[in-house]
C-alpha cells in the first residue's frame, strides 16, 4: 500500500505490488501463502486457493466497498459429530500506510465480509467461515514492542468462557523484539527488509529464491513499469481533478498483455464510472496472472 517510488530491485515483501505478485503466480502462489501462514501462526496449514485484490462491493453506489490485498481460502479440519464451518479464510494485509485507525479499520473489513459470506434468507450462521485478519506492519501499531498482537473476542466477567465466534486478528510488526519466537521474528525482518542479508534460516532461503525469481521476470518489470506509471497519475489526481477513462485505459494496458478481452468484461469495465472502482481494478489487473484470475476477482 505503499505510495513510495522504488526500483523493482528496491522492493521489499511488505510492498504491496511484491505481495501480491508472490500470492498470485501460479507456480509458487500457493507455497508462497503456506509458507507465510504457517511461520507466522506457527501451524500446518493445508491445501490452500489463493485470490489477490480481491473487491468486495459495497450494498449501495454511494457506501463504501473493501479491497482484500491477499485472501486464502483452506479447508478446514472438523471433528467428527461437530457441526461447524468447513473453511477458514486468511486476509493478508501488508500496510505501509501511516496514522490508519487499524481497529475500526479491521472491524469495517471483517463486517462487509461476512456479509459476502451469508446468502439472503440463510438463517445457519455456522456456515461462516473462520477469519483470520493478518496486518503485517512496518511500525508498531500499539507501542508495545511485540512482533505479535493477537486480538480475539473475550467475555471480561469470565476470563474462563470460551467465546468461539471464528474471528481472529493478527498484528505483526516487522522490527517487534517481544514475544513470538525466532521463526516469526526471522519472517518479520525478511518481509520488511527483502534484502539476501536477512536470509537466516531455511523458510527466509525459500522466500528469498521466490523473491528473486519474481524479481527477474520481464512480465513482472513491464506490469510494474505500469503500476508506477498509474500511482504516479493517482498522486497527481490528488492535485488535480483525473478523469475515468485514464484508469480504463490503464485496465486494458494491463490486460492486453495477458490475452484476449471478451466482449462482455471490456464493457464492463467502459460502463464503470465510479474511480474508487477502477482504480481497486487497476490494481487487480497489475498483479493477477490471467484474465480469467481478474474477472473472477470483479
Known amino acids: 500500500m505503499s505510495s513510495t517510488k522504488k526500483k523493482l530491485e528496491e522492493l521489499n515483501v511488505i510492498d504491496d505490488f511484491l505481495m501480491s505478485r508472490l500470492a498470485s503466480d501460479a507456480s509458487i502462489g500457493e507455497e508462497f501463502c503456506r509458507?507465510?501462514?504457517?511461520?507466522?501462526?506457527?501451524?500446518?496449514?493445508?491445501?490452500?486457493?489463493?485470490?489477490?485484490?480481491?473487491?468486495?462491493p459495497p450494498f449501495s453506489p454511494e457506501r463504501k466497498g473493501i479491497r482484500m490485498d491477499v485472501?486464502?481460502?483452506?479447508?478446514?479440519?472438523?471433528?467428527?459429530?461437530k457441526k461447524r464451518t468447513a473453511m477458514n479464510?486468511?486476509?493478508?494485509?501488508?500496510?505501509?500506510?501511516?496514522?490508519?485507525?487499524?481497529?475500526?479499520?479491521?472491524?469495517?473489513?471483517?463486517?462487509?465480509?461476512?456479509?459476502?459470506?451469508?446468502?439472503s434468507g440463510q438463517k445457519d450462521y455456522e456456515a461462516?467461515?473462520?477469519?483470520?485478519?493478518?496486518m503485517i506492519l512496518d511500525e508498531d501499531p500499539f507501542g508495545y514492542d511485540y512482533m505479535i498482537y493477537s486480538i480475539r473476542n473475550k467475555c471480561e466477567e469470565v476470563q474462563e468462557l470460551e467465546y468461539e465466534d471464528g474471528l481472529r486478528f493478527y498484528y505483526?510488526?516487522?522490527?517487534?523484539?517481544?514475544?513470538?519466537?525466532?521463526?516469526?521474528?526471522?519472517?518479520?525482518?525478511?518481509i520488511g527488509d527483502s534484502r539476501r542479508e536477512n536470509v537466516t534460516d531455511t523458510v527466509t532461503e525459500k522466500l528469498h529464491a521466490f523473491t528473486e525469481n519474481i524479481k527477474i521476470r520481464p512480465e513482472v518489470r513491464e506490469s510494474y513499469m505500469l503500476w508506477e506509471e498509474y500511482e504516479e497519475m493517482m498522486?497527481?489526481?490528488?492535485?488535480?481533478?483525473?478523469?475515468?477513462?485514464?484508469?480504463?485505459?490503464?485496465?486494458?494496458?494491463?490486460?492486453?498483455?495477458?490475452?484476449?478481452?471478451?466482449?462482455d468484461t471490456a464493457a464492463r469495465i467502459n460502463a464503470e464510472k465510479d474511480r474508487k472502482t477502477l482504480r481497486k481494478w487497476v490494481r487487480?489487473?497489475?498483479?493477477?496472472?490471467?484474465?480469467a484470475d481478474f474477472e473472477a476477482g470483479i
Open 235 to 263: 498522486r497527481e489526481e490528488g492535485r488535480i481533478e483525473g478523469k475515468a477513462e485514464e484508469s480504463r485505459e490503464t485496465i486494458f494496458d494491463f490486460l492486453r498483455e495477458k490475452g484476449h478481452i471478451s466482449e
Open 128 to 134: 461462516l467461515p473462520d477469519l483470520y485478519v493478518l
Open 35 to 56: 509458507l507465510l501462514l504457517s511461520t507466522l501462526l506457527q501451524r500446518k496449514i493445508g491445501k490452500v486457493a489463493v485470490t489477490v485484490q480481491k473487491v468486495i
Open 284 to 291: 487487480l489487473a497489475a498483479v493477477t496472472d490471467s484474465i
Open 172 to 190: 505483526f510488526y516487522t522490527k517487534g523484539k517481544q514475544g513470538g519466537n525466532e521463526e516469526i521474528k526471522a519472517m518479520l525482518r525478511y
Open 71 to 81: 485472501r486464502v481460502e483452506e479447508a478446514a479440519d472438523v471433528p467428527e459429530g
Open 89 to 119: 479464510v486468511f486476509d493478508i494485509e501488508p500496510h505501509l500506510l501511516k496514522n490508519t485507525k487499524l481497529a475500526k479499520h479491521n472491524r469495517f473489513y471483517q463486517a462487509l465480509h461476512d456479509t459476502g459470506c451469508m446468502r
